[in-house]
Antibody, heavy 121, light 107 residues
Framework: QVQLQESGPGLVKPSETLSLTCTVSGGSISGYYWSWVRQPPGKGLEWIGHIYYNGSANYHPSLKSRVTISLDTSKNQFSLKLISVTAADTAVYYC???????????????WGRGTLVTVSS | DIQMTQFPSSLSASVGDRVTLTCRASQSIDSYLNWYQQKPGKPPKLLIYAAFSLQSGVPSRFSGRGSGTDFTLTISSLQPEDFATYYCQQTSTIPLTFGGGTKVEIK
């Protein structure tokens, strides 16, 4: 069974960089897209971006200037970096596997438990 | 961006009720629509993908319908473990977007 686990600091100062890693176990990174989704406290879900196992990435336009998603296939991990954070970036951050049906219909079938990142001085 | 609107934002229902949740896209998304269930403190759980395909292990009381702009998630007989927030998600166009959610509460 595929499992994902987020790790990284729970507190980041304003203007600094948020860095998280997602470790994938029980399966390979190869052949899938891998995504980051966030959820501000008490609010809905926001897709941040995703990366294909070949390294090709897509980002939400509203975050594109500040976000980088990368992967390390040797460690079965992928990572999120978000620069110049503000209080508005405070959220639970989830990593997820993106599977696809019939070759075109994407869906997020495995999720990490999520990690709360608070931006505060 | 494609806007996803869910309604109602919340509803109260009883165990055994048939419940239908609605999700509307701001433009056609064919069948690129997923449904997730989220309980407090937990990650979302995939229920339905490609508008009507039931994810493995999900009870058959959950069903999805629709294509284009209008979609529904139906729970045929609400169970105690179904009280949660439900989100739709479109994967037709980047950025991928979620609806605001429908919270299903106990009456």
């Amino acid at each position: 069974q595929v499992q994902l686990q987020e790790s990284g600091p729970g507190l980041v100062k304003p203007s600094e960089t948020l860095s998280l890693t997602c470790t994938v176990s029980g399966g390979s990174i190869s052949g899938y897209y891998w995504s980051w989704v966030r959820q501000p406290p008490g609010k809905g879900l926001e897709w941040i971006g995703h990366i294909y196992y070949n390294g090709s990435a897509n980002y939400h336009p509203s975050l594109k200037s500040r976000v980088t998603i990368s992967l390390d296939t040797s460690k079965n991990q992928f990572s999120l970096k978000l620069i110049s954070v503000t209080a508005a970036d405070t959220a639970v951050y989830y990593c997820a596997r993106v599977n696809y049906a019939y070759g075109v219909y994407w869906y997020f079938d495995h999720w990490g438990r999520g990690t709360l990142v608070t931006v505060s001085s | 961006d494609i806007q996803m609107t869910q309604f109602p934002s919340s509803l109260s229902a009883s165990v055994g009720d048939r419940v239908t949740l609605t999700c509307r896209a701001s433009q056609s998304i064919d069948s690129y629509l997923n449904w997730y269930q989220q309980k407090p403190g937990k990650p979302p759980k995939l229920l339905i993908y490609a508008a009507f395909s039931l994810q493995s292990g999900v009870p058959s009381r959950f069903s999805g319908r629709g294509s284009g702009t209008d979609f529904t998630l139906t729970i045929s007989s609400l169970q105690p473990e179904d009280f949660a927030t439900y989100y739709c998600q479109q994967t037709s166009t980047i950025p991928l977007t979620f609806g605001g959610g429908t919270k299903v509460e106990i009456k």
